[in-house]
Structures are given as C-alpha cells and as structure tokens.
C-alpha cells in the first residue's frame, strides 16, 4: 500500500537520495567531534547525555530519530520533532571550564541548534561526494535547502539560517575559528569512536584503522590541530585510497547492502509523487538576533 504523505522530504529530493546510503555512516564520528568541540554543546553533552555511558543506546536513539525526520510520514516527522524539541527543553547548565567558563547554555539557543544542525548538514555534504560521488553544485544548493526544513521543525526560529550554501560555509567556518576548542568532551568522545569496543591500545589502532581514517581524516584541519591528531601524507593517502574504493564499489551494490533499510521501506511505499509536507514549527518567540550570536550568555 503506498503512501500519498511524503513528510519533510519525500521521494523526489536531494536528502532522499543522500542519506539513503549507507557510506554516510563514516561521517558520523566527524560530525560528533565537531558538535563536542564546541564548548557550550560539550557542556550538555557531559552533563545531560547518555553517550559517554551508554554509546550504543545513545546512538541507536540518534539513528532513529533522524531516519523518522527524514523518511516518515508526517506524523512520524512531527512526533519525533517533538521529541527533540522536548529534550532541549530540558538541557541547560553551566560551562564547568575551558575558554567559555561560567557561561551558560540552553538547548533551545538558536546558536546552538544550529551549529548542531550545521555539523550534520555539512558532514553528509562531505561524507557523500568522499565516498559516493561528487554532486553538481545545483544539487548542493536544493540539498541545502531541504535540511532548512528539519532545522525549522527543531526549535530554529524561521529566517535565522544561512540563505545560501556560500553564506553556510562561511558560519562554519568562522564557527571553527572563534569558537572551537579542544573540549575534554569532545576528547572522550573521539577515544569513544576510535575504539568503541575498549580493545587494548597495541590492537585498536591496527584493528581500526578504517574507523580512524575517515573520522580524523574529514575533520577541517583547524580542529584536527586544536585536537592534536596527527594526520601525515601517509594518512592521507590511505583516506584517498578508501575515498576511490568505496566511490568504486558503491554503485555496484545491491539496494539491500548499499542503502539504509529506513530508505529502503520509505522508497516501497511513497508515491513516486508525493509533496513534502509544509512543517515548520516555529517554538518561539525567540529573536533572529539570538541565532546570529554563536556565544553563549554570562551568568
């Protein structure tokens, strides 16, 4: 029975097409360590997650949610919407130390929503034309615009965004440059994913190279060298490498192996027609001025 809902996105969008692949998964560790390294998300993280203590939980609710975001329904979109916007509600505190000291945070900050936001949008950006294919800027450009749709449906007052993929770039990268730093978050979090099954140090590096490759290898080199990770010309090599081989193998995958299964049962049952569905939450009132501060408020 196929549906006539196509959610936030439906069948006919760039954000289908992209995060239908399972190659993205690669990218995950970056955009975690770039959400960490930002002190004022560090400090909710460290104070208000379960990552740390139950990282495979944690990860499978993170899944879960976005896969609902993007392939469910209407109402599967706005429930789990709802669910996120519900949580942030509930993180706030106090940055413990490091540069941003004494400074408060609120999930509901609109700085903060997107630099989240930002982190995932840009790493499925990298993470796809790394280990996919390259994308035509067009393509880019509706990309983008589409995941201003889930950013709006989780707390990010309307007009507060980017406009553009040029005016995106630049507020990450000015992000970086004021305001990343080596959080002891951002830290554990990295140990985490670099050996996620506590192997003793002289096996997890051999044995998981191929998780070290693209999880330091994609991070900007900025945070690369605030975070102290080597990265030499051998390395990069290797992360080539792995970048030609997977660009290579993906298209001869069967569907079954090659996209996610939350795809796959969202491609069975769409209409190939259908129209996303217009849901912008707005949770104000909260000031388009607040979102273009990224710095936290004094206590």
């Given amino acids: 029975m196929q549906r006539s809902d196509a959610g936030l996105f439906g069948p006919g969008s760039a954000t289908w097409r992209i995060h239908r692949e399972n190659a993205l998964m690669l990218g995950g560790g970056r955009a975690l360590v770039l959400q960490a390294s930002h002190p004022l998300v560090a400090a909710g993280i460290e104070q208000h997650s379960r990552?740390?203590?139950d990282r495979w939980g944690r990860l499978t609710h993170t899944l879960t949610t976005m896969r609902e975001l993007i392939y469910g329904d209407a109402r599967t979109a706005q429930r789990s919407a709802d669910r996120i916007v519900r949580t942030h509600a509930r993180v706030r505190g106090t940055v413990p130390i490091g540069r941003a000291a004494g400074r408060t945070y609120d999930a509901t900050d609109p700085s903060l929503i997107m630099w989240v936001w930002a982190t995932l949008v840009d790493t499925a950006l990298v993470t796809y034309q790394r280990f996919v294919k390259p994308l035509p800027v067009a393509e880019?450009?509706?990309y983008y615009e589409e995941q201003k749709r889930w950013a709006y449906a989780c707390g990010m007052p309307d007009g507060?965004?980017?406009a553009r993929v040029a005016d995106f770039d630049g507020y990450v990268a000015e992000t970086i440059a004021a305001i990343i730093e080596p959080t002891a978050t951002a830290r554990e979090v990295l140990a985490v994913i670099l050996n996620p099954w506590n192997l003793p140090p002289a096996l997890a590096?051999?044995?998981l190279a191929v998780l070290r490759l693209p999880t330091v290898g994609l991070l900007p080199p900025a945070v690369r060298s605030a975070l102290s990770l080597s990265w030499t010309s051998t390395d990069e090599r290797?992360?080539?490498a792995l970048s030609h081989t997977s660009?290579?193998?993906?298209?001869?995958l069967p569907s079954v192996l090659r996209h996610v299964p939350a795809a796959r049962r969202a491609a069975a049952v769409a209409e190939p027609t259908a129209e996303a569905a217009d849901l912008r939450f707005y949770r104000g009132p909260r000031s388009a001025s607040a979102a273009a501060?990224?710095?936290a408020k004094k206590s």
């Fill in 51 to 53: 990552y740390l203590t």
């Fill in 140 to 142: 880019v450009a509706r």
């Fill in 160 to 162: 507060c965004l980017p």
């Fill in 205 to 207: 590096r051999p044995a």
């Fill in 238 to 240: 290797a992360l080539r």
């Fill in 247 to 252: 660009r290579a193998l993906v298209p001869l």
């Fill in 293 to 295: 501060d990224p710095s």
